[in-house]
């Protein structure tokens, strides 16, 4: 499993901003992989993924304003030799997902139009990344083929009210749909009364899991976007989330650290790993 961290961490004697650590998911031992992947104090890593061929990519706010390019972070995740940046002409990238192709996909998590949307770096390249989105967030982050932000768009002519959640968006290669009708309302006027979705995580049967940072908990949706649960709670602000092979879901809690939570929703008398700058997460 990888964690990325917000913050200063000390490894030792010295102080690092910007650190990814590899942890079992069994023990909770931990050892740092890469340190030192921001250049300056504003900067964060938020969530990652890796790749088929071991490469981890890492989202985060590494630009300046009030543009925000910075691209996206890459390590080897082996060795923890930092690689080339990637996806430099992304404004505010997050996510990742990744396809079974080794394609890796942003969302926008600024406003930045118009290259709000879907953003695609094409399997084992090093070049820019291709929009295969058209704009439709203002802020988003986005997991698993899905992503979520409000459904209004930047201009002023946007007829539909903002709303916060999940937009239901399979991508397929080099071409996206979004349809915007297929929204899991997570705003504060909804049933659900919840709002900052930060995590996005799918299950081997198709069901969406969500974390909502304000108010402690994961929800569990079918495939269609219904409610079928509070899957988890009594956390303390879930940020991101990924399965592993057997559907244990594990979140990253701010303040907190790691918890595993079993396919049945039991996170266990406390969290896997107690870090409280854990941010982003993937699980090999």
Not at 66 to 83: C, F, H, I, K, Q
Request: aromatic share 10%; glycine share 12%.
């Amino acid at each position: 499993m990888y964690v990325s961290t917000t913050g200063s961490v000390a490894i030792g004697d010295t102080f690092f901003n910007g650190v990814v650590f590899k942890i079992n998911s069994q023990t909770g031992f931990s050892e740092p992989l890469a340190l030192g992947l921001v250049d300056f104090e504003y900067q964060i890593l938020e969530d990652l993924a890796i790749d088929p061929f071991g490469i981890l990519y890492i989202s985060g706010e590494f630009g300046s304003p009030p543009s925000y390019p910075g691209g996206v972070r890459r390590v080897n995740a082996d060795t923890g030799e930092r690689l080339s940046d990637v996806g430099t002409n992304i404004c505010g990238p997050e996510g990742p997902t990744i396809d079974e192709d080794g394609n890796v996909y942003f969302n926008t998590y600024l406003p930045c139009f118009p290259n709000d949307g879907i953003w695609m770096i094409p399997s084992g390249t090093t070049t820019e990344a291709i929009q295969v989105v058209n704009p439709f967030t203002v802020v988003g982050q986005g997991t698993d083929f899905l992503t979520k932000g409000t459904l209004a768009g930047h201009d002023n002519d946007a007829t539909q009210p903002e709303k916060i959640g999940i937009f239901i968006a399979t991508v397929i290669n080099t071409s996206g749909v979004v349809n915007a009708q297929r929204l899991i309302d997570l705003s504060s006027n909804s049933s659900l009364g919840l709002h900052q979705p930060m995590g996005v995580a799918v299950d081997r049967k198709g069901d969406i899991f969500v974390s909502s940072a304000n108010t402690g908990k994961i929800l569990q949706f079918d495939p269609e976007g219904n409610f079928i649960r509070d899957f988890a709670t009594g956390l303390f602000a879930p940020r991101h989330i990924a399965f592993d092979m057997d559907d244990n879901l594990y979140v990253s809690d701010a303040q907190v650290g790691i918890w595993k939570i079993t396919p049945d929703g039991n996170k266990g008398e406390g969290p896997i790993w107690n870090f409280p700058g854990a941010n982003g997460i993937d699980v090999e």
